[in-house]
């Protein structure tokens, strides 16, 4: 599967937001390859731990910068940030259960890393602009 990496056309303008989008699509990238590789169902859902933990960490991030910017769009944002939160909880049943292969790793494109690329480019970059130009 081709390698996922931050790129220019992703950037918010927001420092600390840039550099932890960067950290976590390499983090998705690591989880790729571990599936790819075909590594231990343990190794795996450690993979998959650091990506929650570090999602959570981020959209605590993001969320400070909203209400720090007063950003209307707050709300819907969040929800989208738990929706994810909800769906990567899907991944983790279906690696603990030993789902694998080809298969899994089209989950884990489409739930998560295809999932945050788009959040990036969609929601992420019109916070971006609201903390830039406010
Ligand atoms: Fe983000
Ligand atoms: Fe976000």
């Not at 400070?64 to 899907?90: N, Q, R, S, T, V």
Request: aromatic content about 8%; some cysteine; charged content about 35%.
């Amino acid at each position: 599967m081709e390698k996922v990496k931050w790129e220019k056309a992703l950037a918010t303008g927001v420092e600390i937001m840039d550099k932890q989008h960067k950290i976590f699509l390499e983090l998705c990238d690591n989880l790729d390859q571990s599936v790819n590789i075909g590594r231990e169902k343990s190794e795996i859902l450690s993979d998959i731990k650091c990506l929650e933990d570090y999602a959570k960490d981020h959209f605590a991030t993001e969320k400070k910068i909203m209400e720090a910017a007063k950003y209307p769009e707050k709300h819907g944002h969040i929800k989208l940030h738990k929706y994810f939160i909800d769906e990567m909880k899907i991944v983790k049943e279906k690696a603990a259960a030993g789902v694998t292969g080809e298969k899994f790793a089209a989950l884990i494109k489409e739930k998560i890393t295809d999932w945050f690329v788009i959040h990036i480019d969609k929601t992420d970059r019109k916070l971006g602009k609201h903390v830039n130009y406010k």
